[in-house]
């Protein structure tokens, strides 16, 4: 049963506008939770990361939001731009465990 | 990331045949996985090590073995390939998590099985 769910396959969004990419997670034992981004033939490389004491975490164009209570997080890109289009994983841990529970992935594509 | 080798990156065999992929890392982490990756699944834990000859089962463990007689190799097997084993193949390593943080995992570039 997977326990991090990605409902979106895929998103567009044209060049310059925000893109939101969703994650839900079942199991409120998770306390870290981190996005990675995969390009064709490369492997996962890490992009941001959020403690379930926190509810906003922000690296440059990229932003996390957790919201603990509806077991949801979401990553925000702005502005996206060419080089965002990739996959994107959403994954959760706990912080005794060393493992990832890692969610389908969701697809983004920047338009021009 | 450069610390991390898999080798091959593409493999075609046959059913039945046994298969070994080996991770390489040369950033001396502790923690080592390997994943598979499979559409619609996203990336699955086969098996992982938190030291030398020190190794146990993740999600998807069937069928896989795994060895780690050194820090920085870490060979995945599978006995007898399946069709089912058709996948994309990611090592993984970390170190153990800080108090208050988590192990963020570093990815090789993968390895594409193909089970005929």
């Known amino acids: 049963d997977q326990q991090v769910k990605q409902n979106s396959p895929s998103l567009s969004v044209q060049e310059g506008r925000i893109s939101i990419l969703n994650c839900d997670y079942t199991?409120?034992?998770?306390?870290?939770f981190l996005w990675y981004k995969k390009y064709p033939a490369e492997g996962p490389t890490f992009l941001i990361s959020?403690?379930?004491?926190?509810d906003k975490n922000e690296d440059g164009r990229f932003t996390v939001f957790l919201n603990k209570s509806a077991k949801h997080l979401s990553l925000h890109i702005v502005p996206s731009q060419p080089g965002d289009s990739a996959v994107y994983f959403c994954a959760a841990s706990y912080e005794v465990f060393p493992k990832l529970s890692f969610g389908a992935g969701t697809t983004v594509t920047v338009r021009a | 990331d450069a610390g991390i080798t898999q080798s091959p990156r593409h493999k075609v065999t046959e059913t039945g045949t046994p298969v070994t992929l080996r991770c390489h890392q040369t950033e001396n982490h502790r923690y080592m996985y390997w994943y598979r990756q499979d559409p619609g699944h996203g990336l699955r834990l086969i098996h992982y090590s938190y030291g030398v000859k020190d190794t146990d089962k993740g999600e998807v463990s069937d069928g896989y073995s795994v060895s780690r007689s050194k820090t920085e190799d870490f060979l995945l097997t599978l006995e007898s390939a399946t069709s089912s084993q058709t996948s994309v193949y990611f090592c993984?390593?970390?170190?153990?998590?800080?108090?208050?943080?988590?192990?963020?995992?570093?990815f090789g570039p993968g390895t594409r099985l193909t089970v005929l």
């Open positions: 199991n409120s034992m998770f306390d870290y």
């Open positions: 959020i403690s379930s004491i926190k």
């Open positions: 993984a390593i970390s170190d153990p998590p800080l108090a208050g943080s988590t192990d963020t995992q570093y």
